[in-house]
């Protein structure tokens, strides 16, 4: 941590996190409390901030809702179950602080002594508490709408994982498995058309199996794309399979 931003006041760690959110945050007592780990207030009961264990609770619920949302725009036939593997392989600890890190979060906690010796600012769990915290606070002081905001900005590449299958839930690979062990052979994807800006694009791609159309889906990418067809293909043979 930058020895700099272990000396700093309260108004400049909340205003800290506003730049690190893009936010204001017009109540600033709950931003800082968004920050302020439960071991600090232990020692310094005199200051009167709240700790962040209740924003927490709240913020738990505000991640789980934002990103369900996403998942569900973005995967419009995924079932219950599906979804859920979706989300949970996005709303971990382990995720959690990942995004915390890479907003560099640690460095504004306000901490007590023990926990900051013991390594309290890189701690997964101390940081995805905390960025459920702040995400607890930003649904108090500005609403589910800048919620979303923040949310697309700090999680895009966690839901552009999933969508396009690098978060371990690759319906290709299942489908290419399935193909194979069934109807010895592989499916073949085709871009079938690519529409809109640079910065907006969206694939459309075709999924074959031998001489068979089988499935049509669009992403963000082409990875996506193929990924959206990949899961189709596997809904139909799945439907054939039951009906047969």
Known sequence: MDERMDKLSPEERVSALEAKLLLPFPDRTLALSAVTHKSYTNEHREDGTPDNER?????????????SHRLMERFPHATEGELSKLRALIVNEEGLAKVARRMTLGDILLLGRGEEMTGGREKNSVLADAL????????????LGRVMEVVDRLFGDALEGVADGRYGYDYKTRLQEAVQNDLRTSPRYRVVSETGPDHEKVFEVEVTIGSELYARACGRSKKEAEQAAARQTLERLYEERKGS
């Not at 459920?132 to 609403?143: D, I, M, Q």
Request: hydrophobic share 65%.
């Open 55 to 67: 924003l927490e609770f709240l913020g738990d619920a505000v991640v789980d809702l934002a990103i």
């Open 132 to 143: 459920e915290a702040v995400l607890g606070a930003v649904y108090l002081c500005a609403g």
